[in-house]
């Protein structure tokens, strides 16, 4: 049994009429754990169980940690999830609901990484939130379901953290034959590891995390997400937090669905017109969600970066 849904894919009237490109929204943010995370995460930690591992570890922002710890509970495993000091009330409380220990430690995930890998034991799994091929072929599962609804799109656009989503739609689009399709990657300014990698033509370490989408916060991607930046059709862009912000709120309004900046990057190419979309006639937007954030939060984030 599966511990991730078929989510919905429709689409959009408002951003085809914004872009002039049929925009489809692939809903992520109905999973049971209200992102995509669950999708690989759930199929590592149910390997992990049948191998015999008695307590997950992990570390996490937010959205990776609330996923462990759903798996967990659903699998009767014991979790601990190590944040950094940047991840909001709101994610840790949801970590703790689902029955799991939380512990705070640095200012940003790599950090909390480290602590976390010091935890582990022998009988303990460690799951990664972006950097684990079980969690890309999870999520390679999202491109199936595509497949299975009939609509091959000129593009598919997402959000980008560490690259594990990434990695997994390139994944998913090669064992179906669409590795044709070019995949349009967002990021904010402050967390744009991948962009700068790209830009200078090699992986670079971000010195620090300024911007407010934290879920997007890892100061390197993976080394699986920045080799396909070089060997798959894919397209950078870089939006900063304010219209990443009102990207959240405008998708609320049009489509009754909050998400987080993270996912707030993606949909701010489309509600900006972005020129990357330009040229593409039918594009899938994934709708990675988060629940880390309230939209109280997004406006009061939005307050101050606005002065």
Request: charged share 20%.
């Amino acid at each position: 049994m599966n511990l991730h849904i078929h989510t919905p894919l429709i689409e959009s009237r408002p951003l085809s009429l914004i872009t002039g490109s049929q925009i489809w929204l692939k809903i992520e943010a109905l999973q049971p754990t209200g992102s995509f995370k669950i999708r690989g995460i759930g199929a590592a930690c149910q390997e992990y169980a049948r191998r015999g591992k008695r307590r997950f570890i992990s570390s996490s922002g937010g959205n990776a940690g609330i996923a462990v710890a759903y798996a967990g509970r659903c699998l009767s495993i014991p979790v601990t999830v190590v944040v950094p000091e940047t991840t909001t009330e709101r994610a840790r409380s949801l970590i703790k609901a689902e029955h799991a220990q939380v512990i705070v430690h640095g200012k940003a995930w790599d950090e909390a990484n480290t602590l976390a890998l010091s935890l582990m034991g022998e009988d303990d799994a460690f799951l990664h939130p972006f950097d684990d091929p079980l969690l890309w072929k999870g999520h390679a599962t999202l491109v199936d379901e595509l497949v299975s609804e009939g609509v091959k799109p000129d593009a598919i656009m997402l959000s980008v953290g560490g690259g594990g989503l990434y990695a997994g739609v390139v994944e998913g689009l090669r064992r179906n034959n669409w590795g044709d399709i070019p995949v349009i990657t967002a990021e904010t300014i402050g967390t744009d590891s991948l962009a700068q990698s790209i830009q200078q033509g090699k992986r670079i370490t971000l010195d620090s995390i300024t911007s407010i989408a934290t879920s997007l916060g890892a100061e390197q991607v993976c080394e699986q997400a920045w080799r396909l930046s070089q060997t798959y059709p894919t397209l950078s862009a870089v939006v900063n937090d304010h219209a990443a912000l009102n990207a959240c709120e405008h998708f609320l309004d049009d489509h009754r669905i909050l998400v987080e900046p993270a996912c707030g990057a993606s949909l701010a190419l489309a509600y900006e017109q972005a020129t990357v979309l330009q040229g593409f006639g039918t594009i899938v937007i994934v709708v990675c969600g988060g629940v880390t954030a309230s939209i109280d939060q997004i406006r009061k984030w939005n307050a101050a970066v606005m002065r």
